[in-house]
Nanobody, 126 residues
Framework: VQLVESGGGLVQAGDSLRLSCTTS????????MGWFRQVPGKEPEFVAA????????YYTDSVQGRFTISRDNAKNTVYLQMNSLKPEDTAVYHC????????????????????WGQGTQVTVSS
């Protein structure tokens, strides 16, 4: 199983980025997908998740209204559209998969995810 993130980079505050995460070796359409972010010295933080049916999405409060998670089952890919970026969004962003995940409290728990990608760096300058 492989999850590969892309789309990170260095941007200025107020800019946008779209992260992608493509999976292989697993039935993508049966997986809920989540995005987490981590800064040095801190635990990974939940950012967003989409249920395996794609009918429910969840966000941490600090990105609500700015970030949008979506999925394309035909491409085995989950996206994170990030708008109005802030310096505090700077982190390594990881995607992860959870078999048939649907419940909010499970999708927000990193312990419930089965596989993780290596991450992509997002740096937002002020």
């Amino acid at each position: 199983v492989q999850l590969v993130e892309s789309g990170g980079g260095l941007v200025q505050a107020g800019d946008s980025l779209r992260l992608s995460c493509t999976t292989s070796g697993r039935t993508f359409s049966s997986d809920a997908m989540g995005w987490f972010r981590q800064v040095p010295g801190k635990e990974p933080e939940f950012v967003a998740a989409i249920s395996w049916r794609g009918t429910s999405t969840y966000y941490t409060d600090s990105v609500q209204g700015r970030f949008t998670i979506s999925r394309d089952n035909a491409k085995n890919t989950v996206y994170l559209q990030m708008n109005s970026l802030k310096p505090e969004d700077t982190a390594v962003y990881h995607c992860a998969c959870q078999r048939r995940g649907e419940r909010e409290y499970l999708l927000k728990s990193r312990a419930q995810y089965d596989y993780w990608g290596q991450g992509t760096q997002v740096t937002v300058s002020s």
